[in-house]
C-alpha cells in the first residue's frame, strides 16, 4: 500500500489501481484484521489542535510594551524613594491599560478548534462485507464508504460509485454552487480541487444523491488537515500601529535618559547635593513619560472598534483597527463578497432577440426588455415558453421570506429559473396546467435533465393532453441533440449554421460571467420509451438562459473609492477565469480590454521570486488553491505591501491568519475563517471593508492627533523643569502634580480629540509610506515649537508669581492652573496642522468642549477643597491670578492661529 498523498495523485490514477494500492476490496471494505495496523500506522481521523492561550499568557502579554515596561519601573523607582502616591497612579494606570487590552482580546486563537468541529461524528462503512456506523476518527485509508444527502464528508475518498451525487465545497474553494460528482476514472495531474469531480473531501457536505468511496486520507494529510497544517505555520506578526508605537515608546525613554543625565550632572557640576539632584532627575523622568499614553491607544482604539461596528465590520484584535487604514493592497473573494451570492437571469437569447431581465437575486421584482423597451411575457408565446421550461423542467422550490423576496431551497441555478417565472406571473398557472409524468435526472455525464408532463384537460370530461418532454442542460451538450429551432412560434430546420451561431453566442455570453442553459422540448408518443437515450433526441431548441451572479450595486463605486485612496484591489477566487475576468471588468477591478489573469496552474508555474516581482500588476486571479493564496499574501508582504484579505471558507483561513488583516464573512463564513481572521465583516459586502479602510484612517489621524497632543505637553512640562533647574530655581511643577496632569488633565481631551471626524479629503490621498513613523520630521519640529510656548505659559505664571511674592507653593500652584489651562486650550490646534479652530467650529467636537469644562471643574477642586489641596500641596488663587493664567493660556492658541494663517496664505501663493 503506498503512502497517502503520494504522487501520482489519487485523482489522477484509474479506480482499479486506487483500490489495488490500498488494498481494499469495492464491496467488502476491509478486513477487521486489516483496521488495526492502519490505525496504528497512520493515526485517527481527526486534526490536531494547536497549543491553547491562557487567559493568564493573554493578560501577560499585555505588559510586554516597551512604553508600559517604562512605566513600571518609574513606579518601582517612585516607590524606592519613598513617592509611593506616585508609584500607586503608575501602577494603577497600568493595569487599568492592561485589562481594557486584555477583555478586548480574551477571544483566543481557535482556528484550529474550530476545524477539528468539522470532522464527521460518525461514518457508514463497509468493513468484513457488512455495513456498518462508525465514530468517524476510527476510518483508515482503504476503508470503503456511504455517503448519503445530508452527511458529511469523513475523510477524503475516491469515488467509486455515484448516483445524482451533489457536494458542497465552499468550505474548501469558496465556491457555494453544488459541485456535481462522478466516478471519472482519471483526471489530469494538476486539476484543482474545485474540478475533482471524481473525489470527495473531507468537511464538504453531500446535499443531494449518494455515492460509494474508498478512503484515500484520514486526519492531518486530508486537504482540511493540509489547511490546518498551513495555518498552525503561521506565525503572529506585530501590526504596523504596535511597531511605530514601541518605536515612540524607545526613542522617548532614550531623549528621556539623556535629558535627566545632562540635569543631573549640570546640578552637580554646579554644586547641588548628588541626592537632591537625583530627586530633580525622577521629577523630570516622571514629567517626560506620557503615562496615561498607552492607555489613552487602547480606549481610542476601543471606540474605533465600536464605530466599525456600526458600519458593519467587527473587530477581534485591537491593533487591527489602525492597520485596516493602512492597507495598500485589499484581496477580495467574488462570490458572496463582491456579487450577491444569488445566481439570476440576467439575458434570455431567443433565435430573433435577446431579451434582458432586470431585477436582482432572489426577488421577483424586476421586467423583461428589448432594446430597452419593457413587454410583458405573457404577449410573447416564445418566451413564455422559455420561462415554461426553466419553471417545470427544475426540483427545487421557493419559499417566501418578504415582500418579492424568496429563499431557495435546493439549487440556487434552478432557482433562478423560478424567480424568472415568478417575474412574469407563470408559476401559479404552470402548477394547473402542466401534470408531472416522469423524470429523466441530471448528471454530470450527460450535462443535462429532462423532465415529461402533460397538459391537464381543461374539462372534466377531456383526455389529458400529449406528452412533453422539457429539456434544460449545458449548451454545448443540448444544442447538438437539437434538430428543429422554434421562432416565432414556427418550428423550422436547425441547420449547421444556425447551431454553430448559437454556439458562438453561447461563447460570448459564457465570457461575460454568464453562466447559460439551454431550454429544449420534444412532443413524445405514448408509445416512446422513458430513457434518456429514447427522448434526448430530435429536441427543438426555444432558447438560451444567461444567468450570473451579479455584482453588488455598491461594489463598483466601492471598488473606485479604493483606486482613488491609492489602494490597489485583486480579485483571488475558484470561479473559473473567464467568470472572474467578466465581474472584474464590470466592477472596474481589470481594465475594460484587460485579459491577463493568473490561474492555480500559472502560479504552479512561477518560483516565489517571479510571483513577487508580477504580483503587483496582476488584479485577478482564479482557480486557486489554499496554499496558492497563502503565496499571493507572501508574495505582496515581501514587496512591503499591507495586505487586507477576505474569506469565507476553510480554506481561506491561512491567508487570513498570514495577512497584515484577515477579514472573514459573518454572513456566509466558516467558524474557521472567522477564528483566524482579524476582522468580521458582518455584511459579507465589499463597500463594508472600504468604509471600513476609511474608518481606519481617521482613527490612526487620531491617535496620532492624540500623541501629539500627549507627548507636545511633555515637551513643554520637560522644557519648563530643565530650565527651571538650569537656572536655580525652585521646581514649577512637583511630581504629584504632573502626574496628574499626565493621567487626567492630558487623558480627558486626548480622548476627545479620538473622536475627531475625518476629514472630507481622507480617502483621495494614497496609503500611509510603509516605513513612516507615527510622528515624522515636520510633526516633530511642530510638537516642540507647540511644547515650547506650554513650556513658556508655565514657567511665565511661575516666574511671574514669584518674583513678585516669594511665595514657592502659591507660585506652583500659579503654574499649575497655567500649564493645565494652556495644555487643554492646545488641544483645539491639534484638531488641525492647517484649518483654524474657527473654519473647523468650535463647537464641533462636544467631546472636546465636555472635556475642557470637566478638567476646568477639577482643576477647581485641586485649589479649593482642603484635602485636595494637602496632597496636591496647592492653595486658593485670587482673581489677579486668574487673570494671569488666562492669559498665558490662551497663549498657545494665538500663536497657532497666527501660525496656520501665514501657512494658509503661503499654500494659497503657491
Given at each position: 500500500?503506498t503512502?497517502q498523498n503520494?504522487?501520482?495523485?489519487?485523482?489522477?490514477?484509474?479506480a482499479?489501481?486506487?483500490?489495488?494500492?490500498?488494498?481494499?476490496?469495492?464491496?467488502?471494505g476491509?478486513?477487521?484484521?486489516?483496521?488495526?495496523p492502519?490505525?496504528?500506522?497512520?493515526?485517527?481521523?481527526?486534526?490536531?489542535?494547536?497549543?491553547?492561550?491562557?487567559?493568564?499568557a493573554l493578560?501577560?502579554?499585555q505588559?510586554?510594551?516597551?512604553?508600559?515596561?517604562t512605566?513600571?519601573a518609574?513606579?518601582?523607582?517612585?516607590?524606592?524613594l519613598?513617592?509611593?502616591?506616585?508609584?500607586?497612579a503608575i501602577?494603577?494606570?497600568?493595569i487599568?491599560n492592561a485589562?481594557?487590552?486584555?477583555f478586548?482580546e480574551y477571544?483566543?486563537?481557535?482556528?484550529?478548534?474550530?476545524?477539528?468541529?468539522?470532522?464527521?461524528?460518525s461514518?457508514l462503512?463497509?468493513r468484513d462485507?457488512?455495513?456498518?456506523?462508525i465514530p468517524?476518527?476510527?476510518?483508515?485509508p482503504?476503508?470503503?464508504v456511504?455517503?448519503?444527502?445530508?452527511?458529511?464528508?469523513?475523510a477524503?475518498?475516491?469515488?467509486?460509485?455515484?448516483?445524482?451525487?451533489?457536494?458542497?465545497?465552499?468550505?474548501l474553494?469558496?465556491?457555494?454552487a453544488?459541485?456535481?460528482?462522478?466516478?471519472?476514472?482519471?483526471?489530469?495531474v494538476?486539476?484543482a480541487?474545485?474540478?475533482?469531480?471524481?473525489m470527495a473531501?473531507a468537511?464538504?457536505?453531500?446535499?443531494?444523491?449518494?455515492?460509494?468511496?474508498?478512503v484515500?486520507?484520514?486526519?492531518?494529510?486530508t486537504?482540511?488537515?493540509?489547511i490546518?497544517?498551513?495555518?498552525?505555520?503561521i506565525?503572529?506578526?506585530?501590526?504596523?500601529?504596535q511597531?511605530r508605537?514601541?518605536e515612540?515608546?524607545?526613542?522617548l525613554?532614550y531623549?528621556?535618559l539623556?535629558?535627566?543625565?545632562l540635569?543631573f550632572?549640570?546640578?552637580?557640576?554646579?554644586g547641588?547635593?548628588?541626592?537632591?539632584?537625583?530627586?530633580?532627575?525622577?521629577?523630570l523622568?516622571v514629567?517626560?513619560?506620557?503615562?496615561g499614553?498607552?492607555?489613552?491607544?487602547?480606549i481610542?482604539?476601543a471606540?474605533?472598534?465600536?464605530?466599525?461596528v456600526?458600519?458593519n465590520?467587527?473587530i477581534?484584535?485591537?491593533?487591527?483597527?489602525?492597520t485596516?487604514?493602512?492597507?495598500?493592497?485589499?484581496?477580495?473573494?467574488?462570490?458572496g463578497?463582491?456579487?450577491e451570492?444569488?445566481?439570476?437571469?440576467?439575458?434570455i437569447?431567443?433565435?430573433?432577440?435577446?431579451?434582458?431581465?432586470?431585477g436582482?437575486?432572489?426577488?421577483?421584482?424586476?421586467?423583461?426588455?428589448v432594446?430597452?423597451?419593457?413587454?410583458r411575457?405573457?404577449?410573447?408565446?416564445?418566451?413564455?415558453?422559455?420561462?415554461?421550461?426553466?419553471?417545470?423542467c427544475?426540483?427545487s422550490?421557493?419559499?417566501?421570506?418578504g415582500?418579492?423576496?424568496?429563499?431557495?431551497?435546493?439549487?440556487?441555478?434552478?432557482?433562478?429559473l423560478?424567480?424568472?417565472a415568478?417575474?412574469?406571473d407563470?408559476?401559479?398557472?404552470?402548477?394547473?396546467?402542466?401534470k408531472?409524468?416522469s423524470?429523466i435526472?441530471?448528471?454530470?455525464?450527460r450535462?443535462?435533465?429532462?423532465?415529461?408532463?402533460?397538459?391537464?384537460?381543461e374539462e372534466?370530461?377531456?383526455?389529458?393532453?400529449?406528452?412533453?418532454?422539457?429539456?434544460?442542460?449545458?449548451?454545448?451538450?443540448?444544442?447538438?441533440l437539437?434538430?428543429h429551432?422554434?421562432t416565432?412560434g414556427?418550428?423550422s430546420?436547425?441547420?449547421?449554421?444556425?447551431?454553430?451561431e448559437?454556439?458562438?453566442?453561447n461563447?460570448?455570453l459564457?465570457a461575460?460571467?454568464?453562466?447559460l442553459?439551454a431550454?429544449?422540448?420534444?412532443?413524445l408518443d405514448?408509445?416512446d420509451?422513458?430513457?434518456a437515450e429514447a427522448v434526448?433526441?430530435?429536441?427543438?431548441?426555444?432558447?438560451l438562459?444567461?444567468m450570473?451572479d451579479p455584482?453588488?450595486a455598491?461594489?463598483?463605486?466601492a471598488?473606485?473609492q479604493a483606486?482613488r485612496?491609492?489602494?490597489q484591489?485583486a480579485?483571488?477566487?475558484?470561479?473559473?477565469?473567464?467568470?472572474?475576468?467578466?465581474?472584474?471588468?464590470?466592477?472596474?477591478i481589470?481594465?475594460?480590454?484587460?485579459?491577463?489573469?493568473?490561474t492555480?496552474?500559472?502560479l504552479?508555474?512561477?518560483?516565489?521570486?517571479e510571483?513577487?516581482?508580477?504580483?503587483g500588476?496582476?488584479?485577478v486571479?482564479?482557480?486557486?488553491?489554499?496554499?496558492h493564496?497563502?503565496?499571493?499574501?507572501r508574495?505582496?508582504k515581501?514587496?512591503?505591501e499591507?495586505?487586507?484579505?477576505?474569506?469565507?471558507g476553510v480554506?481561506?483561513?491561512?491567508?487570513?491568519?498570514?495577512?497584515?488583516?484577515?477579514?472573514?464573512?459573518?454572513?456566509?463564513?466558516?467558524?474557521?475563517?472567522?477564528?483566524?481572521?482579524d476582522?468580521v465583516?458582518?455584511?459579507?459586502?465589499?463597500?463594508?471593508?472600504?468604509?471600513?479602510?476609511?474608518?481606519?484612517?481617521?482613527?490612526f489621524d487620531?491617535?496620532?492627533r492624540?500623541?501629539?497632543?500627549v507627548?507636545?505637553?511633555n515637551?513643554?512640562e520637560v522644557l519648563?523643569m530643565?530650565?527651571?533647574t538650569?537656572?536655580?530655581?525652585?521646581?514649577?511643577?512637583?511630581?504629584?502634580q504632573?502626574?496628574?496632569?499626565?493621567?487626567v488633565?492630558?487623558?480627558?481631551?486626548?480622548?476627545?480629540l479620538?473622536v475627531?471626524?475625518?476629514?472630507?479629503?481622507?480617502?483621495?490621498?494614497?496609503?500611509?509610506?510603509v516605513?513612516?513613523?507615527?510622528?515624522?520630521?515636520?510633526?516633530?519640529?511642530l510638537?516642540f515649537a507647540?511644547?515650547?510656548?506650554?513650556?513658556?505659559?508655565?514657567?511665565?505664571?511661575?516666574a511671574?508669581e514669584?518674583?513678585?511674592?516669594?511665595?514657592v507653593?502659591r507660585s506652583?500652584?500659579?503654574?499649575?492652573?497655567?500649564?493645565?489651562?494652556?495644555?487643554?486650550?492646545?488641544a483645539?490646534n491639534?484638531?488641525?496642522?492647517?484649518?483654524?479652530?474657527f473654519q473647523?467650529g468650535?463647537?464641533?467636537n462636544?467631546?472636546?468642549?465636555?472635556?475642557?469644562?470637566?478638567?476646568f471643574?477639577t482643576?477647581?477642586?485641586?485649589l479649593y477643597?482642603?484635602?485636595l489641596?494637602?496632597?496636591?500641596q496647592?492653595?486658593?488663587?485670587?482673581?489677579?491670578?486668574?487673570?494671569?493664567?488666562?492669559a498665558?493660556?490662551?497663549?498657545?492658541?494665538?500663536v497657532?492661529?497666527i501660525?496656520?494663517f501665514?501657512?494658509?496664505?503661503?499654500e494659497?501663493k503657491?
Amino acid at each position: 500500500m503506498t503512502e497517502q498523498n503520494a504522487a501520482p495523485p489519487w485523482y489522477h490514477v484509474p479506480a482499479e489501481q486506487v483500490l489495488r494500492d490500498l488494498g481494499s476490496d469495492p464491496h467488502h471494505g476491509l478486513a477487521s484484521a486489516q483496521v488495526e495496523p492502519r490505525a496504528a500506522q497512520y493515526g485517527p481521523n481527526q486534526l490536531r489542535e494547536g497549543k491553547a492561550i491562557s487567559p493568564l499568557a493573554l493578560l501577560l502579554e499585555q505588559f510586554t510594551d516597551f512604553i508600559v515596561l517604562t512605566l513600571i519601573a518609574a513606579a518601582i523607582i517612585s516607590g524606592f524613594l519613598g513617592e509611593w502616591l506616585d508609584a500607586i497612579a503608575i501602577i494603577a494606570i497600568v493595569i487599568l491599560n492592561a485589562l481594557l487590552g486584555f477583555f478586548q482580546e480574551y477571544r483566543a486563537e481557535r482556528a484550529l478548534a474550530a476545524l477539528k468541529q468539522l470532522a464527521a461524528p460518525s461514518a457508514l462503512v463497509v468493513r468484513d462485507g457488512e455495513t456498518r456506523s462508525i465514530p468517524g476518527v476510527g476510518l483508515v485509508p482503504g476503508d470503503i464508504v456511504l455517503l448519503r444527502a445530508g452527511d458529511l464528508v469523513p475523510a477524503d475518498m475516491r469515488l467509486l460509485d455515484t448516483q445524482m451525487l451533489k457536494i458542497e465545497e465552499a468550505a474548501l474553494t469558496g465556491e457555494s454552487a453544488a459541485v456535481s460528482k462522478a466516478p471519472v476514472n482519471s483526471l489530469a495531474v494538476d486539476t484543482a480541487i474545485a474540478d475533482q469531480v471524481n473525489m470527495a473531501h473531507a468537511g464538504t457536505v453531500v446535499v443531494q444523491g449518494r455515492a460509494r468511496g474508498v478512503v484515500t486520507a484520514t486526519g492531518m494529510r486530508t486537504q482540511l488537515g493540509r489547511i490546518a497544517g498551513l495555518v498552525a505555520e503561521i506565525e503572529e506578526e506585530e501590526t504596523p500601529l504596535q511597531k511605530r508605537l514601541d518605536e515612540v515608546g524607545r526613542y522617548l525613554v532614550y531623549i528621556i535618559l539623556l535629558v535627566v543625565a545632562l540635569v543631573f550632572a549640570a546640578g552637580v557640576w554646579r554644586g547641588d547635593s548628588p541626592v537632591n539632584m537625583f530627586l530633580v532627575a525622577v521629577s523630570l523622568a516622571v514629567a517626560a513619560v506620557p503615562e496615561g499614553l498607552a492607555a489613552v491607544v487602547t480606549i481610542a482604539l476601543a471606540l474605533g472598534m465600536r464605530r466599525m461596528v456600526s458600519r458593519n465590520a467587527l473587530i477581534r484584535k485591537l491593533p487591527a483597527v489602525e492597520t485596516l487604514g493602512s492597507a495598500t493592497v485589499v484581496c477580495t473573494d467574488k462570490t458572496g463578497t463582491l456579487t450577491e451570492n444569488e445566481m439570476t437571469v440576467r439575458k434570455i437569447v431567443l433565435p430573433d432577440r435577446i431579451v434582458s431581465v432586470t431585477g436582482e437575486g432572489f426577488s421577483s421584482a424586476g421586467e423583461f426588455r428589448v432594446d430597452g423597451t419593457p413587454i410583458r411575457p405573457q404577449d410573447d408565446p416564445h418566451l413564455e415558453l422559455a420561462l415554461t421550461i426553466g419553471a417545470l423542467c427544475n426540483t427545487s422550490e421557493l419559499q417566501p421570506i418578504g415582500e418579492n423576496r424568496y429563499r431557495v431551497i435546493g439549487d440556487p441555478t434552478e432557482g433562478a429559473l423560478l424567480i424568472a417565472a415568478r417575474k412574469a406571473d407563470l408559476s401559479s398557472d404552470l402548477v394547473g396546467s402542466y401534470k408531472f409524468v416522469s423524470e429523466i435526472p441530471f448528471d454530470s455525464t450527460r450535462k443535462r435533465m429532462t423532465m415529461i408532463y402533460t397538459r391537464r384537460a381543461e374539462e372534466e370530461d377531456e383526455d389529458e393532453g400529449e406528452l412533453i418532454a422539457f429539456v434544460k442542460g449545458a449548451p454545448e451538450s443540448v444544442i447538438p441533440l437539437c434538430t428543429h429551432i422554434q421562432t416565432n412560434g414556427r418550428v423550422s430546420a436547425l441547420d449547421a449554421n444556425a447551431r454553430a451561431e448559437l454556439l458562438d453566442t453561447n461563447a460570448r455570453l459564457a465570457a461575460e460571467a454568464h453562466r447559460l442553459l439551454a431550454m429544449a422540448y420534444r412532443r413524445l408518443d405514448d408509445t416512446d420509451e422513458i430513457s434518456a437515450e429514447a427522448v434526448e433526441r430530435d429536441l427543438v431548441f426555444v432558447a438560451l438562459m444567461g444567468m450570473m451572479d451579479p455584482p453588488r450595486a455598491e461594489a463598483k463605486e466601492a471598488v473606485q473609492q479604493a483606486q482613488r485612496a491609492g489602494i490597489q484591489v485583486a480579485m483571488i477566487t475558484g470561479d473559473h477565469v473567464e467568470t472572474a475576468l467578466a465581474v472584474a471588468r464590470e466592477l472596474g477591478i481589470a481594465a475594460p480590454d484587460h485579459s491577463g489573469a493568473l490561474t492555480g496552474t500559472d502560479l504552479d508555474r512561477l518560483t516565489d521570486r517571479e510571483l513577487a516581482e508580477v504580483v503587483g500588476k496582476v488584479r485577478v486571479y482564479a482557480r486557486v488553491s489554499p496554499e496558492h493564496k497563502l503565496r499571493i499574501v507572501r508574495a505582496l508582504k515581501a514587496r512591503n505591501e499591507i495586505v487586507a484579505m477576505t474569506g469565507d471558507g476553510v480554506n481561506d483561513a491561512p491567508a487570513l491568519k498570514e495577512a497584515s488583516i484577515g477579514i472573514a464573512m459573518g454572513i456566509t463564513g466558516t467558524d474557521v475563517a472567522k477564528e483566524a481572521s482579524d476582522m468580521v465583516l458582518l455584511d459579507d459586502n465589499f463597500a463594508s471593508i472600504v468604509s471600513a479602510i476609511q474608518e481606519g484612517r481617521a482613527i490612526f489621524d487620531n491617535i496620532r492627533r492624540f500623541i501629539h497632543f500627549v507627548l507636545s505637553h511633555n515637551i513643554g512640562e520637560v522644557l519648563a523643569m530643565f530650565v527651571a533647574t538650569l537656572i536655580g530655581w525652585p521646581l514649577p511643577l512637583l511630581p504629584i502634580q504632573i502626574l496628574w496632569i499626565n493621567l487626567v488633565t492630558d487623558s480627558l481631551p486626548a480622548l476627545a480629540l479620538g473622536v475627531e471626524k475625518a476629514e472630507p479629503e481622507i480617502m483621495e490621498r494614497p496609503p500611509r509610506p510603509v516605513g513612516e513613523r507615527i510622528l515624522p520630521n515636520r510633526l516633530l519640529a511642530l510638537m516642540f515649537a507647540q511644547g515650547t510656548i506650554v513650556a513658556i505659559s508655565t514657567l511665565a505664571a511661575f516666574a511671574i508669581e514669584y518674583t513678585t511674592t516669594g511665595n514657592v507653593h502659591r507660585s506652583q500652584a500659579v503654574a499649575f492652573a497655567a500649564s493645565i489651562l494652556a495644555q487643554n486650550v492646545q488641544a483645539f490646534n491639534v484638531r488641525s496642522n492647517r484649518r483654524s479652530i474657527f473654519q473647523l467650529g468650535v463647537f464641533s467636537n462636544l467631546y472636546l468642549i465636555g472635556a475642557f469644562v470637566l478638567v476646568f471643574i477639577t482643576l477647581l477642586g485641586l485649589l479649593y477643597i482642603p484635602p485636595l489641596q494637602t496632597i496636591f500641596q496647592t492653595v486658593p488663587l485670587s482673581l489677579r491670578d486668574w487673570a494671569l493664567i488666562s492669559a498665558l493660556a490662551l497663549l498657545p492658541l494665538v500663536v497657532m492661529e497666527i501660525g496656520k494663517f501665514v501657512w494658509r496664505a503661503k499654500e494659497k501663493k503657491n
